[in-house]
């Protein structure tokens, strides 16, 4: 191997212009004279072929056009970790020789040295500051001489290293073994070779590991895992990780877990991390999965599945059906849901009709799609969805007897909190569940009187209004009538078939039709 090329240049991560690839052969490819180089392209387009020349396959590439030979002179090797650090933030050698010629003063054939010393000592002050380092970029390859790193920069907590040379974990635990107090640490879009038996060097006191886009397997990191004894927070994204393994006595400290954008072969995959005793946050954003079961307990039942998990993310998957919602019920602790771009989210013509039901149907629910419920949405949703499925609750053999009351079990599969919903707000009654009448002019204008219960000066008023008028146009057209302002507006209705019970109008997104107003009922108004 000459001089240029390092003799373990196989399997070498390398930079060409802007490109990266992997160096997979290195020798001669006759008819030409020289050395050249085999290499795989991180992008399969910069290619030319799949490792063969005129008939002969040098070296194989997973892309059929992944591969190109290269000169030598071509490929950047890339550095040791701090000439990386000393060139990204500009504590270079060749700048303290500058400075070291310029303050030096010439007595007769002697140059003596003023301040050369100095410099080499406030450039040595200046890494052993250093606490959060972004080498990100750096065309880093490798260590260095041993132990320099622990000498020159003794209190780094944080390293970005993504998108640099490293070939291997091997390379990246001769940086990271050297940094004592070591935080946090992202390998990502570095492709490298991950060890296939266990490793020895702890990072004992890492908290923070981003393997995004870096070719890891699910067994590999659990074969890593035991160097990570604190590990809080693992981001895997991007990796193809298609199956996953129970971690036996590893990743015991995990909070928050990111497989977004691998592809599970299924939802059932999950059971296999979902006892991970202090997993707090999971992503699994574009994975894939449709489903998910908790098997070991019924509907109305809390799993001991995820048992501290809190927040959740499917955003983009294959998610169509409301069972997947029902399941997530029985999480003990979640709290936020990130679920958008599935296809459950278009089922229905209003995207509000989509959250006033995931409400109801996960009740410990505080945050969805990075918005938080406050109690009225949440009372406005459960109140809803209590209406709109109380015929069918009726159908099933519900009642508002107790003693009568037995929907049966394909119900309650399809609506594991309606009994609980029944019993926080009552069971709905049959005025309640009027079906809307046809749709025809006659039926479009209610006669409805106004009444202040609270204002017995103010005289009752009756108005016609249509029964496709909002709550909210209802309150704007009391604040003209009333002269009170509307945003202050408590309404409700009553009914002679109700007689003594009073129905609050606390949508007002929702029409007059939809609470079953008829001709003749009042509107009670207060402020």
């Not at 059929?64 to 000439?83: C, Q, Y």
Request: contains cysteine; hydrophobic residues 35%.
């Amino acid at each position: 191997m000459t001089s240029s090329v390092p003799s373990d240049v196989l399997s070498r991560r390398i930079l060409c212009d802007t490109e990266y690839a992997t160096v997979r052969y290195a020798g001669s490819v006759p008819p030409t004279t020289g050395l050249w180089l085999g290499v795989e392209w991180d992008n399969p387009q910069r290619g030319k072929h799949n490792g063969s020349h005129e008939g002969i396959q040098y070296f194989k590439c997973s892309h059929p056009t992944g591969g190109s030979f290269i000169r030598p002179n071509k490929a950047n090797f890339g550095v040791d970790f701090l000439t990386a650090v000393k060139n990204r933030y500009g504590l270079n050698d060749e700048q303290d020789v500058e400075c070291e010629k310029e303050n030096a003063l010439v007595i007769g054939k002697k140059t003596v040295e003023l301040v050369g010393f100095d410099s080499i000592i406030e450039q040595q002050s200046q890494l052993n500051k250093l606490v959060d380092i972004s080498v990100s970029e750096c065309a880093v390859s490798h260590a260095g001489q041993k132990e320099e790193i622990s000498r020159t920069c003794p209190n780094i907590r944080s390293i970005n290293l993504s998108k640099n040379l490293l070939p291997s974990w091997e390379k990246v635990t001769d940086i990271a073994c050297q940094v004592q107090n070591l935080q946090s640490l992202d390998l990502s879009e570095n492709k490298m070779k991950f060890p296939s038996a266990s490793i020895t060097c702890t990072l004992s006191k890492l908290r923070v590991l981003a393997l995004n886009r870096t070719g890891v397997t699910w067994a590999e990191v659990l074969l890593c895992a035991p160097g990570w004894p604190a590990l809080e927070e693992l981001y895997l994204a991007s990796n193809d990780i298609t199956v996953l393994e129970r971690p036996i006595n590893v990743l015991q400290t995990l909070k928050l877990l990111d497989l977004s954008n691998n592809q599970l072969i299924d939802g059932s995959q999950l059971q296999l991390i979902a006892y991970l005793p202090r997993l707090e946050q999971l992503i699994l954003s574009n994975t894939g999965i449709s489903s998910i079961h908790f098997p070991d307990v019924g509907f109305g039942c809390k799993t001991k599945m995820f048992p501290l998990l809190q927040r959740l993310a499917v955003d983009d998957n294959k998610i169509s059906q409301w069972s997947f919602i029902n399941e997530l019920d029985k999480l003990q602790c979640l709290q936020s849901l990130h679920c958008q771009n599935n296809p459950l989210m278009v089922t229905e013509k209003n995207p509000e009709t989509v959250r006033q039901l995931i409400l109801a149907k996960i009740g410990q629910l505080k945050v969805l799609n990075k918005s938080e419920i406050f109690p009225d949405e949440r009372k406005g949703a459960e109140l809803d969805y209590r209406k709109m499925f109380g015929n069918d609750w009726i159908m099933a053999g519900g009642n508002q007897n107790p003693d009568k009351n037995r929907p049966n079990e394909e119900f309650l599969a399809a609506h594991p909190r309606y009994q609980l919903l029944c019993l926080k707000y009552g069971a709905p009654e049959e005025g309640e569940l009027k079906r809307q009448q046809p749709f025809i002019l006659k039926n479009q204008l209610l006669t409805l009187t106004i009444k202040c219960p609270d204002k017995p000066d103010q005289k009752p008023i009756e108005k016609k209004l249509p029964d496709s008028m909002t709550i909210q146009k209802v309150k704007g057209l009391l604040y003209r009538l009333l002269k009170i302002p509307g945003s202050e507006l408590k309404l409700s209705y009553e009914s002679s078939k109700m007689e003594g019970k009073e129905i609050e109008l606390e949508n007002d997104l929702k029409p007059l039709q939809f609470y079953s107003i008829e001709n003749g009922d009042s509107v009670l108004v207060r402020w």
